[in-house]
């Protein structure tokens, strides 16, 4: 059984950092392309960025230049450095999983539960 379990939300003040984790189980992790989606309310899922598990990396347009996606295939781990933090970052961020690259930014097959980020202005 698959199991992705997200931590490392939290409140920080706009202009601050996090750094978020998602701790994979159940697969071969080394094999799966990994992803980082958010969802404030009352709004659609968005894409926040992907890493192949040749760590080719990809980011939404809103990120880019301010998050950073990165895996540590040793710890079945992948992180997202959140910088430059603005009050429109505010959403419950879901890692995801799939084996290919182009699924894991379009539809993933795994989902986490969640973790929720919020900026304060």
């Known amino acids: 059984q698959v199991q992705l379990v997200e931590s490392g939300g939290g409140l920080v003040q706009a202009g601050g950092s996090l750094r978020l984790s998602c701790a994979a189980s159940?697969?071969?992790?080394?094999?799966?392309?990994m992803g980082w989606f958010r969802q404030a309310p009352g709004k659609e899922r968005e894409f926040v960025a992907a890493?192949?598990?040749?760590?080719?990396?990809a980011y939404g347009d809103s990120v880019k230049g301010r998050f950073t996606i990165s895996r540590d295939n040793a710890k079945n781990t992948v992180y997202l450095q959140m910088n430059s933090l603005k009050p429109e970052d505010t959403a419950v961020y879901h890692c995801?999983?799939?084996?290919?690259?182009?699924?894991?930014?379009?539809?993933?097959?795994?989902w986490g539960q969640g973790t929720q980020v919020t900026v304060s202005s």
């Open positions: 995801a999983a799939s084996p290919t690259f182009l699924a894991v930014r379009t539809s993933p097959s795994q």
């Open positions: 159940g697969l071969t992790f080394s094999t799966f392309a």
């Open positions: 890493v192949s598990k040749y760590g080719q990396t």
